[in-house]
């Protein structure tokens, strides 16, 4: 059974932003939520909020969705992890990416090759400081050299192991969650289709290197939600948002998978030649119904009923373009209420 959460969007400045981000967290646990997420950028973090959101809230399951895996050592992201999971009691899910190439280079100024076996080496060390309370740390890989012998007492951590998920598009990175990780946080591109196909192939393959079962690695999706009054609204910022993904090529094998290459290439050429109308009319019907949901207010409970099973959890959130701070807070306000809906039939009430 797919379990739900939704990421907590901030709104207004200061520590109202961070405040607005406890309520809705708080608003999401009463709604019966399974986990609400947060996510960092070139200008916020995601470890801050995210302690904001453990201290509001008593039981619902705090994630990052996602946080730089490049941008902390492996010695400080074990050492925040541990301050975070100790100060959600025990509900923190780690989840890590490092971005594209460019991004590693440009933003966080470390090289972008071969960023899974980057993510791979960071998930082998930070596990291994994880344990820190056991005895020293030595580790010497192609990207990271830890060396820590403890000069004092290191406090046991509330659990024995830190859930960390990585986010994954590409081969590598999937077969890397399959071998070291305990989720994947998935894109929003991917569709049910995709996810039992190529990404579940990839994610075995991975578990087999390590003598894992693949099932013990949770899928999480990510679901746009466009909610409007006026139903072409909605569905004109899902197909935006769907065109800036598909203009690059880390997707074209799900367009394949799909039937949907002609159109990507359409997609493409509207893209090159920053015709935002083209790009729009490039974006199928098929492609928003099966990507993403764009419905009405009252509407979305009824149509997470008819997702088709595939992902274990489902991060349901506004679509990443074209809204305003104030649009993306009413969706989510809106996402809110849908879940309330669906998770009340779910639950016989």
């Known amino acids: 059974m797919t379990t739900f959460g939704v990421n907590a969007f901030g709104v207004g400045r200061g ?3 961070f405040e607005s981000m406890a309520r809705f967290a708080r608003a999401a646990e009463e709604v019966g939520c399974a986990a609400v997420w947060t996510s960092e950028l ?5 470890t801050i909020p995210m302690a904001a959101l453990a201290a509001g809230t008593e039981t619902i399951r705090i994630g990052s969705n996602i946080a730089y895996g490049v941008g902390r050592s492996p010695l400080m992201w074990a050492a925040e992890a541990r301050d975070l999971d100790e100060l959600s009691g025990g509900r923190l899910i780690l989840g890590l990416g490092n971005g594209t190439s460019t991004m590693m280079e440009a933003w966080h100024g470390v090289t972008g090759e071969a960023p899974a076996a980057r993510m791979a080496e960071l998930l082998t060390v930070l596990k291994a400081l994880w344990r820190l309370h056991e005895g020293p740390v030595h580790f010497d890989g192609r990207f990271y050299r830890v060396h820590i012998a403890p000069t004092a007492e290191v406090p046991e951590p509330v659990r024995p192991e830190i859930p960390v998920w990585i986010a994954g598009v590409n081969k590598l990175m999937l077969r890397t969650a399959g071998e070291h990780a305990d989720g994947l ?10 996810v039992r196909g190529p990404v579940a192939e990839e994610i075995a393959l991975g578990a087999a290197r390590a003598g894992r079962d693949p099932g013990a690695v949770t899928i999480m999706g990510i679901r746009m939600c466009a ?18 993904y598909a203009a690059s090529r880390v997707y074209d094998r799900l367009f394949e998978l799909h039937g949907w290459s002609a ?17 729009v009319r490039a974006v199928t019907d098929e492609m928003i119904d099966t990507i993403a949901i764009a419905c009405r207010p009252g509407e979305l409970g009824a149509a997470l009923a008819r997702l088709p099973e595939g992902f274990d959890h489902l991060d349901l959130t506004a679509p990443p373009w074209g809204l305003s701070d104030e649009q993306t807070h009413l969706t989510h306000v809106e996402i809110l209420a849908g879940l309330r809906d669906h998770l009340s039939v779910a639950a016989g009430n």
């Open 185 to 194: 946080i998935g894109h929003p591109m991917f569709t049910t289709e995709y």
């Open 227 to 244: 909610i409007d009054e006026d139903i072409e609204i909605a569905r004109r910022q899902v197909a935006f948002a769907i065109g800036q």
């Open 42 to 46: 070139y200008s916020r973090s995601a």
């Open 263 to 279: 159109q990507q290439q359409r997609i493409r050429r509207a893209a090159r030649d920053r015709d935002t109308e083209a790009l």
């Open 15 to 17: 520590p109202a932003r």
